[in-house]
């Protein structure tokens, strides 16, 4: 059993951001070994439970939920930062080139590696992440992060057309290896497994079909791809697929609409696509950074409010420009101020850092498992330093809410706030 003190944030049910400036969190092995959450709160009513254990005494920091990616791109992680007109060249010119060394199984364990360093130096403990392609590509990153014990969930990209040499996969074998993929790793310790085809218009019809096979025979593994996120993206999908009602109705069509399908940005949507998001438990990874760099457009949060269905924060990297949570949260709320070309709102710092944790959880369906510091809960946490820089220290001192102390660190926070991250009781960071 460890007992820590500290300030604490946690958030109920509901999304209530749930917060004790003098906490305490007790964590502990289950029936079957794997470190949970056995208490949450307040110092004072908890702490006559603890007495005589141990106690780790952490001043001036705050323990928070691990957060959770719901988008990222492992194989992009040296792509971020490439400059392009927009989304279809900056694919072809940066993306698809890299992609295409990760047929070499050292060079992906390598990639993986570093890949899984900056998920940790940010406090993301959770990732719902593509690989390439190439099964090694998933072999290397299942196995980099079974080794830190990370909860992934990662699959074989699918794109069997409209692809260059190296990248472009076969029908048939794709499916075969997909399901392969599924057998070795869906599962394994806290990892999953995502059925990947890219987006619409890099897979054949009887790709998609093969895929929306597979996420019938395996209902509990995940689904993730791409949708509406560019004008020139949608036109090309309407061409291709002209029998369908929408690029969102594309997925519907060939059975890839379902609870755990997770589909990145959600951008140019109307509200019968947001119906049948709503209607068939699929989710948006709402990726901010990445649409404002590649000139995208910009989530409507009070659209997806209004009709009713589930959402998180993705980094989105290496269309996004940070694996850090912090600009994620600040890039959602000016996407969600954003009020030209839809409704403006603004998103609460309390909501934006439940986007970021326990409401991204909830949307993958792992709510309860992870995001979150209420008992039963996985003990993946970070330990937070309010006062990691002199501007940010000043900031915080200066808080008189938790929304303003919330706020304070989403605007002026980066890497450099996170002092660790503990996963089943191994430590990353600057204090381990």
């Not at 990370?150 to 997909?178: A, C, F, I, N, W």
């Not at 993929?181 to 806290?190: P, Q, S, T």
């Not at 929408?246 to 755990?260: A, K, N, P, Q, T």
Request: charged share 20%.
């Amino acid at each position: 059993m460890h007992v820590y003190r500290s300030a604490l944030l946690r958030f109920a049910d509901d999304g209530t951001a749930l917060y004790d400036q003098d906490g305490l969190l007790a964590i502990g092995p289950d029936a079957a070994g794997r470190q949970r959450v056995q208490a949450a709160g307040a110092w004072q009513a908890l702490a006559p439970q603890y007495a005589g254990v141990p106690v780790q005494h952490l001043p001036g920091r705050i323990l928070a939920p691990g957060f959770v990616d719901m988008h990222v791109h492992f194989p992009q992680t040296d792509v971020i930062g490439s400059p392009a007109e927009g989304l279809l060249p900056w694919l072809e010119n940066y993306t698809f080139p890299h992609e295409t060394r990760f047929s070499d199984a050292a060079y992906a364990q390598q990639v993986a590696q570093v890949f899984i360093d900056e998920l940790l130096r940010h406090g993301v403990t959770t990732a719902l992440a593509f690989a390439t392609s190439h099964p090694v590509s998933v072999d290397a990153l299942m196995g980099a992060a079974q080794q830190r014990q990370l909860r992934l969930v990662t699959g074989k990209v699918l794109q069997d057309r409209h692809s260059p040499d190296g990248v472009r996969d076969r029908t048939e074998e794709s499916l075969l290896d997909t399901e392969a993929l599924i057998r070795r790793w869906h599962g394994v310790d806290r990892l999953g497994y995502a059925i990947t085809p890219r987006f619409a218009p890099t897979s054949t019809p009887q790709q998609l079909r093969g895929a929306g096979e597979l996420a019938a025979r395996y209902p509990d593994v995940w689904i993730q791809s791409h949708v509406a996120e560019n004008r020139d993206e949608i036109r090309w999908a309407r061409e291709l697929f002209p029998g369908s009602r929408s690029y969102l109705g594309v997925y519907d069509d060939f059975g890839l609409m379902r609870e755990r399908a997770v589909y990145a940005h959600c951008i140019h949507f109307d509200d019968d696509d947001r119906a049948l998001m709503r209607a068939t438990g699929a989710v948006a990874a709402v990726s901010p950074t990445s649409n404002l760099f590649l000139g995208s457009g910009f989530f409507d949060f009070a659209g997806a409010d209004r009709v009713g269905f589930g959402h998180g924060l993705a980094s989105d990297v290496g269309g996004g420009t940070s694996f850090s949570p912090f600009h994620t949260m600040l890039a959602a709320y000016y996407v969600g101020r954003e009020g030209h070309t839809k409704p403006g709102l603004s998103l609460s710092p309390e909501r934006l850092w439940w986007l970021h944790t326990a409401g991204a959880a909830q949307a993958l369906g792992l709510g309860g498992v992870v995001g979150n510091l209420q008992p039963g809960c996985e003990a993946d946490f970070l330990v937070l330093n309010p006062a990691a820089t002199p501007l940010l220290a000043r900031k915080t001192a200066q808080a008189g809410s938790l929304a303003e102390l919330l706020f304070a660190l989403i605007v002026l926070g980066d890497d450099r706030v996170v002092e660790e991250a503990v996963i089943s009781q191994a430590k990353y960071g600057s204090r381990a």
